[in-house]
């Protein structure tokens, strides 16, 4: 079969969202393209967003791969499916430009995977996969329709339109997934270096992972049925993919895990690479002398979750940190005196005082180290704190959420230009599948 994976070209006005505008490696259409080859489909990847396809151009290329089964995500890529648009506007205007073009439509991200049902009616198409997609896919194009039914992780709705969903949702084995391949092309036009700030960007950047998920299940995350039980990839597999973007030319790499831990023996590995990198990790489960060897291993730039500044809001956030936020606070400025951008990030939970944050950013900020303006905590479905309020995601859950927070928060984060929208105005007016 051919299968066209398809990144919608994402755009931002309006929305609630947190994460970079930038384009990144669409890293679950990667590896859905090699496992569906080794299964002797061909598979080509369409990255609306990074070649800036506008409707047009998307369906042209469309029509030309003539695909029997077309695959959407719902997030701009693996990064941000833990604080994804709200929205589906991007993924409803890509589908609607490629119309009868698609062949079967499959729908990935954590839309689907934590309201399938309301993802399915919104997006038009046939089906969903819950969880984590890459191995769901090849056996879902490899099963009849009229034997969906023996799937697991997959939803769609019947010919009364109800929800027709297999419990579960998928977890990849991470020791199965190859080292991905990307097209030159690809790695040439990614200019853009994620979250790097100590110096402006030479070459092309990169992202991938060395892990999948995080031990601790903190409140705001969304992890609850995607990217959840930590998991490792093979010490060689990273290193093969890593070697093969150096080669193709990329001069830093964003590790995209949940929780960067430390690893001795990957960071021996970077060492020896001529390569810089970023990752995001938790500062309280660093020592310093592991702090000293993430900077010799070539790290420039660290995202650190503080997200409170007592005991009692990061225990209200599930964090289990056992360290003092002076202890925090030393082990930041001691990871500045090695990596040269240093970010620690807030969250507005309404327990830290306007009066302490302010110190602890001015503390921070001589030391080098920067701290964001808290930013209010979005309760995303999939998320325990949405869980807490509402219960288990229903197909309301995305418009509940937003409109909690449009309701209750008056000052919106540094990174947010304008009032965002109500879910209701950002999916407006937008053309059902088929129309143009």
């Known amino acids: 079969m051919k299968v066209a994976l398809v990144n919608p070209r994402w755009a931002f006005e309006g929305s609630i969202y947190f ?3 930038e ?170 270096h994620h979250h790097r700030f100590e110096r402006p960007a030479e070459g092309p950047g990169a992202e991938l992972e060395a892990s999948r998920g995080c031990p601790f299940h903190c409140t705001f995350c969304a992890k609850d049925e995607f990217r959840d039980d930590y998991r490792k990839r093979p010490l060689p597999v990273v290193l093969a993919e890593l ?26 590995a970077l060492t020896t690479r001529d390569v810089l990198f970023g990752v995001q990790l938790r500062i309280d489960q660093w020592s310093e002398a592991m702090l000293d060897r993430l900077g010799r291993a070539g790290c420039v730039s660290i995202e650190a979750g503080v997200e409170s500044l007592t005991p009692e809001g990061r225990s209200l956030l599930q964090k289990r940190c056992k360290r003092s936020t002076g202890e925090l606070v030393a082990r930041l400025v001691h990871a500045r005196r090695r990596v040269p951008f240093v970010q620690a990030n807030l969250l507005a939970i309404g327990v830290d005082e306007p009066a302490a944050i302010a110190a602890f950013r001015d503390e921070l900020a001589a030391a080098g180290v920067w701290a964001n303006d808290p930013v209010p905590l979005f309760p995303y479905p999939g998320s325990p704190e949405y869980t807490a309020r509402w219960g288990k995601p229903d197909d309301d859950a995305w418009e509940r959420a937003l409109a909690s927070y449009l309701g209750h928060v008056d000052r919106f984060s540094d990174i947010q230009e304008n009032r965002p929208l109500p879910l209701s105005e950002l999916e407006r007016r937008l053309p059902h599948r088929g129309e143009t």
Do not use: N
């Not at 790499?253 to 023996?265: Q, R, S």
């Open 19 to 21: 994460g970079c505008h």
């Open 23 to 192: 384009p990144h490696l669409p890293l679950e259409l990667g590896y859905t393209r090699a496992l569906l080859e080794r299964a002797g489909h061909e598979a080509v990847i369409v990255d609306a967003h990074a070649e800036g396809l506008e409707s047009q151009a998307l369906r042209a290329r469309i029509e030309a791969i003539a695909p029997d089964a077309t695959v959407v995500t719902t997030a701009p890529s693996y990064l941000f499916w833990r604080c994804a648009p709200p929205e589906l506007r991007a993924p409803m205007e890509a589908l609607a430009a490629m119309g009868d073009a698609t062949g079967m439509t499959i729908a990935v991200g954590p839309h689907p995977s934590t309201t399938p049902g309301a993802t399915l009616r919104k997006l038009g198409v046939d089906v969903v996969v819950l969880g984590e997609c890459e191995e769901v896919i090849p056996r879902l194009l490899a099963t009849a329709r009229a034997r969906w039914g023996e799937l697991a992780a997959i939803a769609w709705l019947d010919d009364r339109s109800e929800l027709q969903r297999r419990p579960g949702s998928s977890a990849a084995d991470l020791g199965a997934l190859p080292a991905l391949r990307w097209d030159d092309a690809a790695v040439t036009r990614h200019a853009h």
């Open 243 to 268: 070697d093969a973007l150096i080669a193709q030319g990329a001069r830093y790499v964003y590790f995209i895990d949940e929780i960067f831990i430390a690893d001795p023996a990957l960071l021996d």
